[in-house]
């Protein structure tokens, strides 16, 4: 299996903060990553996919990036509407694997 | 408009046998590269990627959970179904059913999500 690890596990950040999660992948990926944003008590919503291809209707503060085995989401200014748990998940090879996510939360 | 909602026991005994149901609308699982699938999430914990079932009957499973897991289709009642052998009190978790965009890899579109409580 792949293993996705995601870093900060916990990210205490304002609204107007730049925050950047980072996504490590055990095997090279290219750019076979998606993004998703989870709140408590609702299903994952996609934000990114094919590392950088921003879903229709998610706002253009969040962008991602990176290739092979290291990934990055970046929130350019956070909203209020942000503070959520992200999770990346591979889907380069089966088992499709998920990260163990990052919490962001109102510093 | 494409949804999908999961069905099933809420709660199960340890050893039993859970079978949970996603009914899905706005696709047909009868295309070779079109896919439903399950991944479920601990309370607390993070999402764990299950099981993945194509249009062509092609069925991928978690390595470590593979001799436990069943995934079927019914395509003429658009329901695909998660069938989870000896059943523990570390299965406890919210079991989404989802479907991948087009024939890509990356969930799309979710359901609601439905908790199964494993508890004698």
């Known amino acids: 299996d792949i293993q996705m690890t995601q870093s900060p596990s916990t990210l205490s950040a304002s609204v107007g903060d730049r925050v950047t999660i980072t996504c490590r992948a055990s095997?090279?990926?290219?750019?076979?990553l998606a993004w998703y944003q989870q709140k408590p008590g609702e299903a994952p919503k996609l934000l990114m996919y094919k590392a950088s291809y921003l879903e229709s209707g998610v706002p253009s503060r969040f962008t991602g990036s990176g290739s092979g085995t290291e990934f990055t989401l970046t929130i350019s200014s956070l909203q209020p509407d942000d503070f959520a748990t992200y999770y990346c998940q591979q889907y380069a090879n089966y088992p499709w694997t998920f990260g163990q996510g990052t919490k962001v939360e109102v510093k | 408009q494409i949804t999908l909602k999961e069905s099933g026991p809420t709660l199960v005994k340890p050893t039993e046998t859970l079978t949970l149901t996603c009914t899905f609308s706005g696709f047909s699982l009868s295309t070779g590269g079109v896919g439903v699938g399950w991944i479920r999430q601990p309370p607390g914990k993070a999402l764990e990627w299950l099981a993945l079932?194509?249009?062509?009957?092609?069925?991928r499973y978690s390595p470590s959970l593979k001799n436990r897991l069943t995934i079927t289709k019914d395509t003429s009642k658009n329901q695909v179904a998660l069938t989870m052998t000896n059943m523990d009190p570390a299965d406890t978790a919210t079991y989404f059913c989802?479907?991948?965009?087009?024939?890509?890899?990356?969930?799309?579109?979710w359901g609601q999500g439905t908790l199964v409580t494993v508890s004698s």
């Open positions: 095997q090279n990926l290219i750019r076979w």
């Open positions: 989802a479907h991948p965009a087009g024939t890509t890899g990356y969930y799309a579109y």
């Open positions: 079932i194509y249009g062509n009957d092609d069925k």
